[in-house]
């Protein structure tokens, strides 16, 4: 079952969008983050992470180098700046805590926070 949405964005092919993740009543800063996608008729991937400090990123290699993850603990947002998008990029995408540390960057073993942005990218 796909993530349900709570909002949505459109781009043409080679586009950029920006996603934000705000912590709305909880408390972000402490956890390291991570983006996910979920297309339909797929299981959720991993995109990228964030520590609780922001000082170390990593990357799927299929967005390494378009996509930047980044957070404000003082907003409690964490956000993902993605440049050049494919259409096969196109998918609902959720930010999620690693509320155990655990390292694990697989959907079930996270909390994922909010319903997700369907990021639609036309050709």
């Known amino acids: 079952q796909v993530q349900s949405v709570e909002s949505r964005g459109l781009v043409q092919v080679g586009g950029s969008l920006r996603l934000s993740c705000p912590a709305s009543?909880?408390?972000?800063?402490?956890?390291?983050m991570r983006w996910l996608r979920h297309a339909p008729g797929k299981e959720p991937e991993f995109v990228a992470t964030i520590s609780w400090s922001g000082g170390s990123t990593y990357y799927a290699d299929s967005v390494k180098g378009r996509f930047t993850i980044s957070r404000d603990n003082a907003k409690n947002t964490v956000y993902l700046q993605m440049n050049s998008l494919k259409p096969e990029e196109t998918a609902v995408y959720y930010c999620a805590a690693d509320l155990d540390y655990s390292g694990s960057y697989t959907a079930s073993d996270l909390d994922a926070w909010g319903q997700g942005t369907l990021v639609t990218v036309s050709s």
């Open positions: 009543g909880r408390t972000s800063s402490s956890y390291p």
